[in-house]
């Protein structure tokens, strides 16, 4: 070849670009990929990254990709809608054109995201993480009514839960919400609150979690533990999908209640915990408004207890002023009998003087001052008494 034929690089670039663009031109593709290398610089409102497909683990084609300032919004849309952080080793499928610049070389320009696909392989993996639980572990985890439940979720529920284990990221929104919610009900209930910092996004947050649930199962003081996630991004929920902590959940011997604050379908965690709240907030309030119905029962209970007694205060009142009568008229029955036997008696006695017997024509025989009243006690010639009722006779016996 000729140097005087050779031509310079901008120039034979630009008939590549010229001839990308007359091939693929504004047309935009629905592609199938899988992310690497993501760089998101959000306040730059632009993104880059590499689009791969691998067999097996095996990259069998990869290809730079950007999202500009135009379409920088799908990352925010697609992460508030899926719950999914963007970054690396995301399987999505991206709407895209073909972009070749004689500086900057060949890139795939992204112009959209599709949600539903990521959210529908975010659905096959909960689903497979939950099978693996019922398989593996039948006991902690199994299906009912075409929904997985837990052990964790018959634990027996107590009237109050005055002790609390709390797990959250220390000095989080969802922290402080949580607390404050506690500290501030309406009622000044008190709650005492033993607190497990831990991560609860990032590549350990599941591993430590799953550390504070064992570390709070052995405080034995705890009545219940609280998971709370709150403020900041609503993205990188993958912890709460993750087969560890879940199992964790399902096996915890303290119930427990979470607060994790996304937007979307309810975790793994959410779905096999005690109780599921959407927000550490709302998960104070269900625990202020439980512990506060057992004040109520126990307000009612005084109440009732204040009315039986006075009721039986009322019914003991008028037992005895029934008795009181009752004695009364008893004590007056008793002492008219008594009277009438008395005055019976007094008859009686008045009948028996002997000046009565006498008057009814009996006589009395005396000897030597003392009553007769058999014939042993006298003999011939003893001398005796005989009185009547008008007077008496001397007189010996003779016979």
């Known amino acids: ?76 849309h697609f992460e508030k809608i899926t719950g999914v952080k963007f970054e690396n080793n995301l399987k999505i499928v991206v709407q895209l054109s073909v972009s070749y610049n004689p500086k900057y070389g060949f890139r795939l320009v992204i112009h959209d995201i599709d949600t539903a696909y990521t959210i529908g392989q975010l659905t096959i993996q909960r689903e497979q993480i939950l099978q693996t639980l019922a398989q593996q572990h039948p006991k902690l985890v199994w299906k009912h009514d075409d929904r997985y439940v837990s052990a964790n979720q018959f634990i027996p529920k107590l ?86 902590l879940s199992l964790a959940v399902a096996g915890s011997k303290l119930p427990i209640f979470t607060g994790i604050g996304h937007e979307r379908n309810i975790s793994i965690v959410d779905e096999l915990a005690f109780a599921q709240l959407k927000t550490p907030t709302k998960c104070a309030a269900y625990l202020v408004e439980w512990n506060y119905k057992v004040v109520l029962e126990l307000s009612s209970a005084k109440s009732n207890l204040l009315q039986i007694a006075q009721k039986m205060i009322i019914q003991k009142r008028n037992q005895v002023e029934n008795y009181r009568s ?74």
């Open 159 to 244: 009237s109050a839960y005055n002790n609390l284990a709390l797990i959250a990221a220390p000095n989080s929104d969802g922290y402080r919400d949580f607390i404050h919610e506690l500290e501030n009900n309406p009622w000044r209930l008190k709650f005492r609150i033993t607190v497990f910092p831990v991560p609860v996004q990032g590549e350990n947050a599941a591993n430590e979690m799953v550390k504070a649930i064992v570390k709070a199962n052995t405080v034995s003081n705890c009545q219940a533990i609280v998971l709370v996630r709150g403020g900041g991004s609503q993205t990188d929920f993958s912890p709460f999908d993750s087969l560890e």
């Open 1 to 76: 070849m000729e140097q005087s034929s050779a031509i310079p690089l901008s120039a034979f670039l630009g008939v590549v670009e010229d001839a990308v663009y007359q091939v693929f031109g504004e047309r935009r593709f629905w592609v199938i990929a899988e992310t690497a290398d993501v760089k998101v610089y959000r306040d730059r409102f632009y993104a880059f990254l590499n689009l791969i497909e691998k067999q097996g683990s095996e990259v069998v084609a990869s290809a730079g990709a950007a999202l500009w300032r135009t379409n920088f919004g799908k990352i925010a």
């Open 326 to 399: 009752l004695i009364a008229k008893s004590a007056m029955w008793m002492v008219v009998s008594q009277k009438q036997k008395v005055a019976h008696q007094l008859q009686k006695l008045e009948m028996l003087q002997p000046s009565k017997t006498l008057q009814r024509g009996y006589a009395l025989l005396r000897k030597e001052g003392r009553i007769v009243d058999t014939t042993h006690e006298i003999k011939l010639g003893d001398a005796v008494v005989i009185q009547l009722k008008d007077g008496v006779v001397n007189a010996q016996i003779t016979n």
